[in-house]
């Protein structure tokens, strides 16, 4: 059953912690993104990744940490330094070349303790 | 920054009923696309309609692109209940280097009374 799969669904911040986010995909995709939403917003691009062991910051890249080691995985790590992290976290890829279309996981919500 | 504006807000329609959402855009694109999420969910792309063509039909979808008023449309057909959900409009623009760069707009939020 090919997709993306985010974990975990619920997460909670304590006061000056840093936390990891897990993003998989099997479906051999090369580009893999992060994104964040607020309530009643859109999506605000955080970081992106064209190919292994490389990626790009966003429009909202500080107080956020991704690497990308592997082709099928993503990790956001929200760091202290991002002061108002509660938002719904959603990863999402593409194939590199004809990366149009966007397929999402089922996304993290954070909240802050 | 945010490309793509939707209007309106919110739409509540009653069931079979037809409902009408708008995106408009400030710069020039390449492609738009339109995504669907449900409550708590992540997106579902939709359909994608390029720079040069005015019209495309998927299913119960149907989407117009008008570049020269920098908006959009997307037409769902005899709703159901069961298309409740936020659609977002996504400007796409390919940049220098073959980099491409996919802007959302915030979203209509489409409610279908049974």
């Known amino acids: 059953d090919g997709g993306i799969t985010q974990s975990p669904k619920y997460l909670f911040r304590k006061e000056g912690q840093n936390v990891t986010l897990s993003c998989e995909q099997n479906l051999n995709h090369d580009a893999m993104y992060w994104y964040r939403q607020d309530p009643g917003q859109g999506l605000r691009l955080i970081y992106y990744s064209q190919i292994v062991n490389d990626f790009q910051k966003g429009d909202i890249a500080e107080g956020y940490s991704v690497s990308r080691e592997k082709k099928e995985s993503f990790p956001l790590t929200v760091t202290s330094a991002q002061k108002n992290p509660t938002a719904f976290y959603l990863c999402a890829s593409s194939w590199q070349g004809t990366n149009e279309k966007l397929f999402f996981g089922s996304g993290t919500q954070l909240s802050v303790l | 920054s945010q490309q793509g504006e939707e209007d309106p807000q919110a739409l509540s329609i009653q069931e079979g009923e037809n409902a009408t959402m708008n995106c408009s855009y400030k710069?020039?694109?390449?492609?738009l696309q339109w995504y669907r999420q449900n409550s708590g969910r992540g997106l579902v792309h939709l359909i994608l309609i390029r720079s040069n063509e005015r019209e495309k039909h998927s299913g119960r979808l149907r989407v117009t692109l008008d570049t020269s008023k920098k908006s959009s449309s997307l037409l769902i057909t005899a709703s159901r209940a069961a298309d409740t959900a936020s659609y977002f409009c996504?400007?796409?623009?390919?940049?220098?280097?073959?980099?491409?760069?996919?802007?959302f707009g915030k979203g209509t939020k489409l409610s279908v009374i049974p």
């Open positions: 996504a400007t796409g623009i390919y940049s220098g280097a073959g980099s491409y760069q996919l802007t």
């Open positions: 710069t020039s694109i390449n492609n």
